[in-house]
């Protein structure tokens, strides 16, 4: 899956994206001011969310409640420099929650995480963007493969 849009489509393109969402928790990669947030906040207005939503650049998590009382979580790894300070925000609690989470430069915890997740990237080219699905098997997906053998 691969959508190319400019940010005047950024609702449409959002509402085509949370199709392609198939676990909760989610990575968004992509350079800074790619628009991995504004994407983020969008889907999170699609998903009902009442609160005020703002990027979790310092605060790092941010909580949602939707109109149907879920929780979801926002996350930002940016500023997080080893694994040691994932574990004291409790990043992988919020993971094996259950409960939705966006991840901002999740690219950073792909290799720690156990969950089934999906993966997007995202891309500026001038004034337009580009958002591509890359596919993960999810580790027990992989097992089965592997037993199948």
């Known amino acids: 899956m691969k959508i190319n849009f400019e940010l005047s489509q950024l609702t449409q393109t959002s509402v085509e994206l949370k199709k392609h969402i198939k676990n909760n928790v989610v990575l968004i990669s992509g350079e800074m001011g790619a628009g ?3 994407l983020i906040k969008e889907l999170l207005r699609l998903m009902d969310v009442e609160d ?3 990027s979790p650049t310092f605060s790092i998590v941010n909580e949602y409640v939707t109109s149907h009382k879920e929780t979801i979580y926002h996350m930002d790894l940016y500023r ?3 694994t040691e300070e ?4 409790g990043l992988f609690e919020y993971i ?3 409960k ?3 991840i901002e430069w999740g690219e950073m915890i792909e290799k720690s995480i156990y969950s089934d997740y999906n993966k997007f990237v995202i ?3 001038n004034k337009s963007r580009s958002i591509k699905k890359i596919r993960w098997v999810s580790l027990k997906d992989f097992i089965i493969s592997l037993l199948a053998l």
């Not at 994932?86 to 925000?89: A, G, S, V």
């Open 80 to 82: 997080i420099k080893d």
């Open 123 to 125: 891309s500026k080219v």
């Open 36 to 38: 991995k947030t504004t």
């Open 86 to 89: 994932l574990n004291n925000i």
């Open 52 to 54: 005020k939503v703002s």
């Open 100 to 102: 939705t989470c966006f």
């Open 96 to 98: 094996e929650s259950g």
